[in-house]
């Protein structure tokens, strides 16, 4: 007889096309003739109906049927147009597909079911095909290729579809079959009851399975994602329920553990308890709870020699059935409870080995209306748990890396900035990245001689770790040359010599202003650092003009300083060029919007009161567009409030004997003149020994200066660069007193070398 004969291709459901009687003898399978191949004759003849070809196994990928009468008219009719194959899944060069793919288009459109039958090509990201009939779980080999399965539309209460039928209302496991017989195990060959769960059809959805699932894990950059990748990738796809257990504390790179091995649950999923029921689908069958609710123990510690050391110490994946896995569970799980485990091959444990050294472990179970897992199931779960444990310890090092190098950059800024006479004082600092929180701009404040302060912004070129050491050290190099009271520009060519000194590439910005609160004047000095911006009290936002100078690390240039008035009440702003550059816009457009947007904000609070300075900085900072942060930001407010003359008392001092005694007369007329009759005793005594210090090796004449402000302070200056020491006098010794009163009676009391002496200085609490 010669009639043209077809193979047919299995998937992953064998499900009746629409319309189709499921007690017709031809079954699901209506077959269209296969269509001339390139040489215009149908393909030869593959055997009898029913047929395996004398190469195929048990493993062989379908059976072989004569066409039926009229199929091809019935495919014709059918106005249904099937996808196109699944993602990845190469084209044969005979214009076929794969096994276990479905076709598109010519011969094998005849092998594909109805309209109402879903194929794993047809599976779209995210969505479920139920491959468990029974229980509404979808097997490995039924998840999409390229995706990571139904496992994560379910864990977290996505939809799940329940058992697929077939337009007549047949399951689609046995309306396949002639007369509705149960389709047979493609790997055993027993028949599969209705309604039981199908296992993977074949090593290709299993490598499909493992694929999505280790895209799905890799995703993860921080130890909670990669864990979760796990069990969501895992459960319901390849397990009910899954218990992962890491090491506490995880171990570092090559670093050694000192204490005894810990395990730790970190997390555990199962599928839920019920199902979202939108779009149709239908609430499958679920587990017993007591079957699969089980949760472990939350510490574990591995014993030496124990059963669980040595399962742990083989590495590769077990069932629990066998005599070493049932012996450590007890000790993983808990001895003291009695836990409710899947009897059979229906657990899974499977050690999570880093590079080094086993960090946790994995449980996958199954629960027992499911089919059991299967040798080939070992593989898998060891792909699962080697690339978890990978990642687990790639995310461990990263974490630990991000830690050193947000603390790098923790500690190489001001901690809190100080409390300064005259000037109250605001910051801020925003990486350029939230995963690399280093950069190299930097800004800070450094207490002066006189009350001063000096303010500093910074900008190191690049915002890495490489930058962020070079910042740490020119801020250093900066505050040692600050305490030698050096000209700012003397600073900033100190400044570039020790960046020649760290490379020849080694490039920064700089801006350096001293801020006197008695003058109420600042100098500044730039080192091709962007402008700073003041804000007047009357809401007149001013762009200084400040020479910009060559960057520090150039080498053989000038600095110029220039000295502008400070009125009080004004808002002096110093940044860096992430703040008003970017690829959006230039730096000049961007100082012209913060220029503006610091006079917009001045305007809501009146000309008389100036904003706040904690406010003003997050108003600055919310210019930024989101294409705007190109590089790390720091930011420095300083709110100029001076010190008024008339709380000010200043005086030369001759370098003779008489000079303590006048000093004493001098600072009791400034007491009773401010109403502070109460410290003059202390202020005596105080002023009396720091001035005989003076006096004593000066060969010019001292200075005596007394300020009121929230503290009383005086500050006595002298010519000699040596600083005085605080040491413990003997019985015997007749001097070496004086500082100690001074440490005992003063609320804080300090010295500072000058580039033309020192200042010794004291403060008191007013009463």
Known sequence: MDSTRVTEHPTSFDRPSTGADPTDPRGALLRTPVPPGPSGSALPAQGHAGQTPPDAGADSPGTFEHSQPGAEQAAEADGHRPRPGSEGVPVQPDGGQPDGARTAAGARSGDLPSACAATSGDVASGDVVSGDTDSGHVAPGDA????????????????????????????????????????????????????????????????????????????????????????????????????????????????????????????????????????????????????????????????????????????????????????????????????????????????????????????????????????????????????????????????????????????????????????RLASRYLPAAETARVGGDWYDAIPLPGSRVALVVGDVMGHSMTSAAIMGQLRTTAQTLAGLDLPPQEVLHHLDEQAQRLGTDRMATCLYAVYDPVAHRITVANAGHPPPVLLHLGGEAEVLRVPAGAPIGVGGVDFEAVELDAPAGATLLLYTDGLVESRLRDVWTGIEQLRERLAATAQLTGPDHPPPLEALCDEVLDMLGPGDRDDDIALLAARFDGIAPSDVSYWFLDPEDAAPGKARRLARRALARWGMEDLTDAVELLVSEVVTNAVRYASKPVTLRLLRTDVLRCEVGDDVPQLPRLRQARATDEGGRGLYLVNRLARRWGATRLSTGKVVWFELNRG
């Not at 124990?306 to 399962?311: D, M, T």
């Not at 687990?392 to 901690?415: C, F, N, S």
């Open 144 to 423: 999409a290729p390229g995706d990571v399965g139904s496992g994560e539309a379910t864990s977290d209460g996505g939809r799940q579809p329940g058992p697929v039928r077939s337009a007549s209302g047949v399951p689609s496991g046995t309306a396949g079959r002639r007369g509705g017989a149960p389709e047979p195990d493609r790997r055993t060959g027993q028949p599969t009851a209705p309604g039981q769960p199908t296992p993977m059809r074949r090593d290709g959805d299993r490598l499909r399975f493992v694929g999505a699932a280790t895209r799905r894990i890799a995703r993860g950059m921080d130890l909670d994602e990669i864990v979760m990748g796990l069990c969501r990738a895992t459960v319901p796809t390849f397990a009910d329920a899954i218990l992962v257990y890491l090491r506490e504390p995880l171990p570092v790179g090559d670093e050694r553990p000192t204490g005894p091995l810990v395990l730790r649950l970190r997390r555990t999923d199962r599928i839920p308890a019920e199902r979202d029921t939108e779009g149709g689908f239908t609430p499958a069958a679920q587990p017993e709870p007591s079957e699969l609710e089980t949760v472990g123990a939350e510490l574990c510690e591995v014993r030496p020699g124990s059963a669980l050391a040595e399962v742990l110490r083989g590495v590769r994946p077990v069932f629990t059935d066998t005599p070493s896995a049932s012996a450590a569970l007890p000790e993983l799980l808990g001895e003291e409870r009695d836990f409710a485990l899947p009897d059979g091959r229906r657990a899974i444990l499977a050690p999570l080995r880093g590079r080094r050294r086993v960090i946790g472990a994995a449980l996958f179970l199954r629960g027992p209306e499911r089919i059991a897992f299967e040798a080939d199931d070992l593989l898998v779960a060891a792909q699962l748990a080697t690339h978890s444990a990978l990642g687990i310890d790639k995310a461990v090092l990263y974490g630990r890396e991000a830690y050193i190098a947000d603390e790098l950059q923790r500690t190489m800024l001001p901690e809190n900035l100080p409390r300064c006479t005259g000037v």
